[in-house]
């Protein structure tokens, strides 16, 4: 005979007794991988490399910005798929507000997790383009400000939800900030058209496309190979905060048997105690 393991997700599944009839099982991941993360990894990976051949050695330098436009492959499509990302978690923040379901919320922050990784690589590639474009890597301009600025929301946004673990209204609390900190996504887009920026404006709309051949071919690479990194992280964040809960839940229901546990020993404990001392005064 072998023992049940001590943790129930240890065996990729949660058991749900009742007295009212069978066990019957809620199946969990039992990794933050699956077939299909690996079939979506294994695209991303050589979308990837092709972006690299074409990005770094196939495709020509720009007219203007030399070597240095080759950035673009990285930095156009990275911040297009944060905008994606902080999307999918304003929807999921209010979808959550609406239908309280756990699914919405943690697909808004792990989404927002994503976002803020591409942000980051997108302020990166920024400042590295900024530098022999325009003499400096940094300046207080409107893009760039603005995006700052969203990068700094969602990262208190993730803070907020790391402070309210465990509080009943931290999957309320997220969803409102969610929402709020997605009203700069617009801003951050429009932001070189509402004001007179130093950075360029828009490279690619349905009205004029300032790139074409080998070079807008590349760039449609690039945001085929992001989308998938995107779509690679999410699968694996969502299932590890799916993964995280559930610890946290089977580590609450420890903690509450325990102490049940000793508070009846206590009570068995104390009559049993007192019994002698009772039979001496009498």
């Given amino acids: 005979m072998t023992s049940a393991p001590a943790n129930p997700l240890a065996s990729g599944s949660q058991p749900d007794q009742t007295d009212a009839g ?3 099982e809620r199946r ?5 991988g699956s077939r299909g993360s690996r079939i979506v990894g294994t695209l991303a990976l050589l979308s990837l490399a092709a972006t690299a051949l074409y990005g770094l050695v196939l495709s020509p330098p720009d007219a203007n910005q030399g070597n240095a436009a080759r950035l673009l ?18 929807v999921g923040s209010a979808m959550y507000l609406w239908k309280r379901t756990e699914f919405w919320d943690l697909l808004a922050g ?3 997790e994503v976002g803020v990784v591409f942000t980051g690589i997108c302020l990166l590639t920024g400042m590295l383009w900024g530098r022999p474009i325009w003499g400096v890597y940094w300046v207080w301009d409107a893009r760039l400000t ?3 600025l969203l990068f700094v929301l969602f990262l208190g946004y993730l803070a907020l939800r790391r402070v309210l673990v465990g509080s009943p209204s ?3 609390w997220s969803a409102v900030a969610g929402i709020v900190a997605a009203i700069d996504i617009p801003i951050v887009h429009y932001s070189t058209s509402w004001w007179n920026t130093l950075h360029q404006g828009t490279t690619i709309s349905p009205q004029k496309t300032q790139m074409g051949g080998l070079m807008l071919f590349t760039l449609g ?7 998938l990194v995107y779509w690679w992280l999410m699968i694996h964040r969502f299932r590890l905060q799916y993964l995280e809960t559930r610890l946290d839940e089977v580590g609450l229901d420890a903690a509450i048997a325990e102490r049940r546990a000793e508070a009846g020993r206590a009570g068995a404990s104390g009559p049993t105690a007192a019994g ?3 039979a001496e005064v009498r």
């Fill in 276 to 278: 002698p001392e009772l």
């Fill in 28 to 32: 969990a991941p039992e990794g933050t």
């Fill in 22 to 24: 069978p066990t019957t």
């Fill in 170 to 172: 931290r999957a309320k």
């Fill in 146 to 148: 603005t995006t700052l």
């Fill in 73 to 90: 492959y990285i930095h156009v499509p990275t911040a297009t798929v944060a905008y994606l990302a902080f999307g999918v978690t304003a």
């Fill in 221 to 227: 690479l690039g945001f085929l190979s992001f989308l």
């Fill in 110 to 112: 792990a989404s927002a």
